[in-house]
């Protein structure tokens, strides 16, 4: 059987986000292994059973010291494992000097992606595409499609996860997610959460977070009366992965920021109603598959960079503070939805998971499917002679080398 | 920085082997990979203001790649050979950057007067002259200026034992391996009854000369000096010159020839230059002071065979003392030391072996320090640098310590 590595070294939410590549990979016959961080290695089991997986040192909490005595050596062995593997296949996906190194142990010819010849990175012609299609955020792609694209023979989109289905057990609620900019206070969360709960048959609602997010947990629930925060089990930090993911199947619907529980609960069919400001932009990182709601701040200055401060004053999460925002929560009528928030439902097109106006507006629609058939073309997924030409798009996101050294994206 | 092409390329290849040698990191930019493409555009057939700018522009690009080399590498200095592709701007810009750039300008100056206009760009200038140079250097504002004669590289030019195919392909009694300029053209004329070999290029047009050319007068490679050298019983050494009417031009600077032929133990007959006096002494090298002489000198050396392992033997001991790239490296490098302030920088290293380090790696990575050649007590990012030079696919260790160098970088550890 022929192998193939995948390599993705970031965090919890974009191991779920690979799901679509794995998932064609093994499609395509391959014995799929993938390289995680070791604090992902659980994780990656419950995600991607049939994987196996190599889990080294690649983040650096929990990791006291300079790495000498637990980076390298963990590493060291990993890569040996690696290395007598005779992989196919790697698929290098973070851009990110580590990868490129980790990328060092193999032919180039084989990687796809981030790879490193003779000591200069270089970037699959198909990454630098997406990087130029980023430029444009507002119409980007789902970041699941954007590695998937890497091989061939995508498996369909809507049998990446199944339609997400109300399962009975209540309502999930993330706190935080990594960056606090993108989360809603819990000043503001809790009227939702309110309001979400008073139209759910099981009135149960579970906090879900980290270990750091028990203390956010005990102030929300201070927030509540007392007859409903009976109802109301902090998990926060007590959940390990097996734990979250048997939480998260069960509930009818999981309130969160762009987080890696959302992208789990996706993979789960549960169906998100996500919160998306600041950095967070739902066409690029938003749930995958069928069937989730999310509600998106959108500003002039949306989606902002999540490295720079906010010199406005974070003018988009004053919408989630307005009264009939929860009123729109319990009803979901338009007429409810503050000034300043969209609200979108997910499907899945030729693609991959895309995003309908359900309420608010959507300025760059247009725009987006022109740019989603571009890509289709593009990748061989339409027909150029029925959906094209583009000459605008193709202009701005077709550079010169493309075609003058001759590679096909 | 190689030259794209030229005599200064072999020289600028020998640096880089002697910094190594000495245990230094050295980053080459390979000028000559690009030369085909900038000839190619010799062959456009466009208007001549067109191919002045195409050629600029190439150049600028060279120029950018080097820059961008420097700002990952981060070298201590930049070494340049003469005619490396470097334009004002990108010389202004790692001066702004403060990169210490350095050239050794390994030309003669009355004849590539270029050096007017880059040379005041350059912190460090060395050169193989003295005379009249420094004062024209200081005139137009180059203080920093080093009198660096060109030097052998002991690992390259060694004596060899040279077998029966190639002593009949490179072996000669009389030989000459060089360009053809004028006054050595009309010497040879003069010399051809002893049976002359030449070697090297830009012989053409010369009848007389014609049928002792060797290789059709293409380019003798470094690896085939070392054999003609090794093969031959007496090799000319005349320094060039484009007066014809002067055989012996008494110029200055020794080229490098002279330490190369001495560093084999080969024999050379060479001519006076005015800065011969202190780098060899009495009896290290045979000399000729004209023509008459030269034939006449040919012809008892020939018959003398004891003699000339004699000048060889005391030639190459001699080079080997005083005449290495390995000592003129470091002669450059005492010199910007002295000249630059807080030259090197500091640079915050971590030594390898910390206490906790795994006593499971030590020995193997103790055998990859050997393989790179590192001293034993290398620090932790001179072995990264180390690694990085490497080409091709690398093994679980060296891919272990280059992932564990951005880890730190990335976590700040």
Redesign the interface.
């Known amino acids: 059987m022929k192998r193939a590595l995948v390599v993705q070294l970031t965090r919890f939410g974009d191991l779920v986000q690979t799901k679509r590549l794995i998932l064609t990979l093994a499609g395509r016959g391959l014995e799929v292994h993938l390289c995680i961080d070791r604090s992902l290695k659980y994780l990656a089991e419950v995600l991607y059973p049939k994987c196996i997986i190599h889990a080294l040192i690649a983040h650096g909490t929990g990791i006291s010291g300079d790495g000498t005595n637990s980076t390298l050596p963990i590493n060291y062995k990993i890569f040996q494992t690696l290395k007598d593997i005779n992989f196919e296949y790697i698929y290098n996906l973070n851009f990110s000097p580590m990868n490129y190194m980790l990328g060092s142990l193999f032919d180039p010819a084989k990687i796809i992606g981030h790879k490193r010849v003779n000591g200069q990175p270089i970037r699959d012609p198909w990454i630098e595409f997406g990087f130029r299609i980023a430029t444009e955020r507002r119409n980007n792609i789902n970041i699941v499609d954007y590695w998937a694209a890497l091989s061939p023979e995508m498996i369909p989109a809507s049998e990446v996860n199944s339609r997400a289905t109300p399962k009975g057990g209540g309502i999930g609620v993330v706190m935080a997610g990594r960056e606090s900019r993108r989360s809603l206070p819990i000043e503001v969360l809790a009227p939702l959460i309110l309001a979400a709960r008073s139209v759910n048959k099981n009135k149960k609602i579970v906090l879900l977070g980290s270990n750091s997010e028990k203390d956010t947990g005990e102030k929300l629930l201070a927030k509540f009366p007392p007859s409903i925060a009976k109802n109301i089990e902090n998990l926060a930090g007590k959940t390990g992965w097996k734990d979250l993911a048997n939480t998260v199947s069960n509930l009818d619907l999981l309130m969160t920021p762009d987080t890696g529980t959302m992208h789990l609960s996706a993979h789960l069919g549960t169906p998100v109603l996500g919160f998306f400001l600041s950095s967070a932009w739902c066409f690029e990182t938003g749930p995958y598959g069928e069937g989730h709601t999310i509600i998106q701040a959108g500003f002039d200055c949306s989606p902002c960079v999540e490295s720079q401060p906010c010199y406005n004053d974070l003018k988009c999460l004053k919408p989630f503070k307005e009264q009939s925002m929860a009123r729109f929560i319990a009803t979901r009528k338009p007429d409810h939805l503050p000034q300043g928030l969209s609200v979108f439902e997910s499907t899945c097109d030729f693609l991959g998971t895309q995003y309908v106006l359900k309420a608010g507006q959507d300025i760059t629609s247009e725009r987006r499917t022109q740019l989603r058939n571009f890509i289709g073309c593009h990748l061989g997924m339409l027909d150029i002679g029925e959906y094209g030409p583009f000459p605008e798009l193709a202009e701005k996101f077709y550079k010169e080398k493309d075609w003058i050294t001759g590679s096909r994206l | 920085m190689l030259p794209l092409y030229g005599g200064s390329l072999p020289v600028g290849r020998f640096c880089v082997a002697a910094l190594k040698e000495m245990g230094h990191l050295v980053e080459t930019f390979e000028a000559p990979e690009f030369y085909d493409a900038y000839n190619a555009l010799d062959n456009l057939k466009v208007t001549s203001d067109r191919h002045q700018y195409l050629q600029n522009s190439f150049l600028q690009v060279l120029s950018q790649a080097v820059l961008a080399k420097t700002e990952t590498f981060e070298p201590d200095m930049v070494l340049s050979m003469a005619q490396a592709p470097l334009t004002h701007q990108a010389l202004k810009r790692l001066k702004r950057d403060k990169v210490v750039t350095a050239m050794w300008f390994v030309e003669d100056f009355r004849l590539f007067t270029y050096w007017q206009s880059f040379a005041p760009f350059y912190d460090i200038f060395a050169v193989i002259q003295k005379e009249h140079f420094f004062d024209k250097l200081k005139e137009i504002g180059v203080d920093n200026t080093l009198y660096l004669p060109l030097a052998a590289h002991p690992d390259f030019h060694h004596p060899l034992n040279i077998g029966v195919i190639d002593a009949r392909k490179y072996g000669a009694d009389v030989s000459f391996m060089g360009a053809g300029y004028p006054n050595r053209r009309m010497a040879f004329r003069k010399l051809i009854h002893h049976g002359l070999k030449i070697w090297g290029s830009e012989w053409e047009g010369d009848h007389v000369l014609d049928k002792y050319i060797q290789l059709g007068g293409r380019r003798v490679t470094s690896e085939e000096c070392v054999k003609i050298f090794n093969a031959t019983k007496i090799n000319l050494n005349l320094h060039s010159s484009i007066n014809v009417d002067e055989l012996v031009s008494g110029g200055d600077f020794i080229n490098p020839r002279t330490f190369e032929l001495a560093a084999c133990g080969a024999f050379q007959l060479v001519d006076r230059r005015s800065l011969m006096a202190e780098a060899f002494s009495d009896g290290e090298l045979a000399h000729f002071d004209n023509l008459e002489d030269l034939d006449e000198k040919i012809g008892y050396f020939l018959a003398h065979p004891n003699e000339r392992d004699l000048y060889a033997e005391k030639g190459r001991k001699r080079v080997l003392a005083d005449h290495t790239y390995v000592i003129r490296m470091q002669t450059l490098i005492d010199f910007t030391m002295d000249k630059i302030d807080d030259w090197p920088k500091e640079r915050t290293s971590?030594e390898l072996f910390?206490p906790?380090?795994?006593e499971?790696?030590k020995s193997e990575v103790m055998n990859l320090i050997e393989k790179l050649g590192l001293p034993l007590n290398v620090s932790f990012e001179d072995l990264v640098s180390a690694i990085?030079?490497?080409?091709?696919?690398?093994?679980?260790?060296?891919?272990?310590?280059?992932?564990?160098?951005?880890?730190?970088?990335?976590?700040k550890?």
């Open positions: 971590k910390t906790d380090f795994p499971e790696l990085r030079l490497q080409q091709g696919e690398l093994n679980p260790l060296d891919t272990a310590i280059l992932f564990l160098d951005e880890w730190k970088k990335i976590y550890r």
